[in-house]
């Protein structure tokens, strides 16, 4: 359902009076960048056309986009890359170093014998249960690696304790082996509902039982990893956000409008995820700007423009070791391109810009537009709609997808 709502505000007639000027000398483009409203077209056009001289000599005084030498991005991208290297470090080696524990839930005590007999000739820690209730409290006090869940108890059965455990976001990762009858389909069908990871059946098979354990305690540790790595990204693009006062709840704001409109669009939920992704890490590359050419006030001169352009480079740089982020690193390298190939970094014309890259940029160009700055007023939804239809109208944008995002606009300023 799409849930969203314009953050504009219809302002007072007296902060109207004492904005007025700032108004007429500046507005803000999405790089939160202040510019004067008379010359908004030669600024666009300034920087969607570099000065490739300039350019050519800064990348000979190794000045322009010098990834590998910047320090912060360097340390940044070596970690989630470290992170990576040391998962796949832990699936060739195995456990020698820590021994992955795993829970055993089972109210019959001669059957969950079996299994703790069997898992400890494996080498793994092992820790019992004999309810439900109790098997919920030990997941959240001793964080196991992998449960192995029979499915009949009494009081609280093996697929309300599986629901439990997938539904909160500090557990959801651990893998659930659901233990069944042999021809149980009924269960089986019930435990995949409530997110069940594999299935066993009675009497155990020590090798069957051996081999599944093992692989998804491999998939739950690689995927610990990835979230963390995943996690330090959020974090560090919400630290850059930060650096600058004046975008307020911009990321925040690009989540919310992403989903409504991907929604909207009736694009696949993983697209979805991508475009909310973005809303967090588009300018992620930031921080490997300087604060004297991020956070400056006036017009960036043609060598700033050059340095600040280097941001989506730097970006697409941090999260490429990150498997997940392959659907957000378009959007991260070309949300700044436009439909008349004068946008940067590698200047893509029509549908050459990724898909997702293009709804991206009508959302982040539009927020910026109808967001309240210390310098300028929001602009209404109407007003912002009618720029970039200007915009569109001068070949910057794809033409149906500003159509179908005006229809959104309206359609949500309706309800």
């Known amino acids: 359902m799409i849930q969203w709502k314009s953050n504009y505000r219809i302002p007072s007639e007296e902060t109207i009076n004492e904005s007025s000027s700032l108004i007429q000398d500046n507005t803000i483009d999405s790089d939160s960048t202040v510019i004067g409203l008379e010359n908004l077209e030669t600024y666009y056009s300034e920087l969607s056309q570099p000065d490739l001289a300039e350019k050519e000599e800064l990348e000979k005084k190794g000045e322009f986009s010098d990834i590998e030498n910047n320090p912060h991005v360097k340390y940044i991208y070596d970690s989630i890359l470290g992170t990576n290297l040391q998962a796949k470090g832990s699936i060739v080696n195995g456990f020698e170093a820590d021994a992955p524990k795993v829970l055993v839930v089972d109210d019959n005590a001669a059957s969950r014998m079996t299994a703790v007999a069997l898992l400890a000739m494996e080498g793994y820690q092992v820790i019992e249960a004999e309810s439900g209730a109790t098997a919920v409290d030990l997941v959240n006090h001793k964080q196991p690696d992998l449960i192995l869940l029979d499915v009949m108890m009494p009081e609280m059965d093996g697929f309300e304790v599986c629901q439990i455990i997938k539904q909160d976001e500090q557990t959801r990762l651990i893998p659930v082996i659901f233990i069944t009858a042999l021809n149980d389909r009924r269960s089986r069908i019930r435990g995949i509902e409530v997110g069940a990871d594999d299935f066993l059946s009675k009497p155990f098979d020590r090798v069957e039982l051996a081999a599944r354990v093992k692989s998804l305690v491999h998939q739950k540790r690689l995927n610990e990893d990835l979230d963390h790595a995943e996690k330090v990204l959020f974090s560090i693009a919400r630290a850059i956000e930060s650096r600058d006062p004046n975008t307020g709840d911009h990321c925040e704001r690009l ?47 043609p060598h700033e423009w050059e340095i600040m352009r280097g941001h989506v480079l730097i970006g697409e740089k941090i999260c490429q070791p990150l498997r997940s982020m392959r659907g957000v690193i378009p959007i991260i390298r070309h949300h700044h391109e436009r439909w008349d190939g004068s946008g940067y970094p590698d200047a893509l014309k029509g549908n050459e810009i990724p898909y997702l890259a293009q709804v991206f940029q009508i959302i982040d160009i539009y927020d910026a537009l109808t967001s309240e700055r210390p310098y300028k007023q929001a602009y209404a939804p109407i007003e912002a709609l009618k720029v970039m239809q200007e915009e569109t109208e001068k070949g910057w944008r794809n033409p149906e997808l500003m159509r179908l995002f005006a229809d959104f606009i309206n359609y949500c300023e309706s309800r």
């Open 255 to 301: 989540v919310s409008l992403g989903q409504a409109f991907g929604e909207y669009l009736n694009l696949p939920r993983h697209q979805i995820r991508d475009l909310m992704w973005g809303g967090y890490l588009h300018d992620i590359g930031k921080v490997g700007i300087p604060d004297a050419v991020l956070l400056k006030q006036g017009k960036l001169t």
